[in-house]
């Protein structure tokens, strides 16, 4: 999924407010956690969900993984994928999503961890032969959250325009409107 914003409405903090406040009622309701694996956004995305009350019940925790390293020795991302791909890549994106959903797991929610990841580049300028605004998100979903059978990770796309701060700020929106979206998918 390849998407353009306008970083200035996607970074509404209302919007990200409701979106978040949205999930997680979706994930208690239905008894999931949320565990996320930040790069580029560095903590944004868990303060999304801790500024709603009561994200507590459901929000476990969010691993900084900003190294290149640390995504490798914390969450399990292949070594050799991010020496030949670095970091902004989706496969990348994927395996710190399922890596933060094995790390967050605690024995009395059972496989009921959706984990979350970002990477990208906020910015001002490209890495290497990846532009600014280019990132990648991921979501791994357990069996039951919206139409998901079984555990499923993907990474999604995001072409983003704007600042660092608003490039940042519209991978939150993104990913926590993607969230919204598949858990939807249950409701209709």
């Not at 900003?66 to 070594?79: N, T």
């Not at 050799?80 to 791909?85: G, S």
């Not at 009921?112 to 605004?133: E, F, H, I, Q, Y």
Request: with cysteine.
């Amino acid at each position: 999924m390849i998407e353009s914003l306008n970083q200035t409405a996607a970074a509404n903090q209302s919007q990200c407010d409701e979106l978040a406040a949205a999930v997680l009622a979706y994930c208690e309701t239905n008894r999931f956690k949320i565990a996320a694996a930040e790069s580029l956004t560095g903590g944004l995305l868990a303060d999304a969900f801790v500024r709603v009350p009561g994200a507590s019940k459901v929000f476990l925790g969010s691993a900084v993984t900003y190294d290149i390293r640390a995504k490798a020795s914390i969450l399990g991302v292949d070594a050799e994928l991010l020496r030949r791909e670095g970091a902004v890549h989706p496969e990348v994106a994927r395996q710190m999503a399922f890596g933060t959903a094995r790390l967050y797991r605690q024995q009395e929610d059972g496989d009921r961890v959706v984990g979350l990841s970002t990477t990208g580049v906020a910015g001002p300028g490209p890495d290497g032969d990846k532009p600014a605004g280019l990132a990648y998100v991921g979501c791994s979903l357990p069996s039951g959250f919206g139409s998901v059978r079984s555990r499923r990770t993907e990474a999604f796309e995001l072409r983003l325009q704007g600042d660092r701060e608003s490039v940042r700020r519209g991978v939150v929106y993104c990913i926590l409107q993607k969230l919204r979206e598949l858990s939807a998918d249950s409701q209709e």
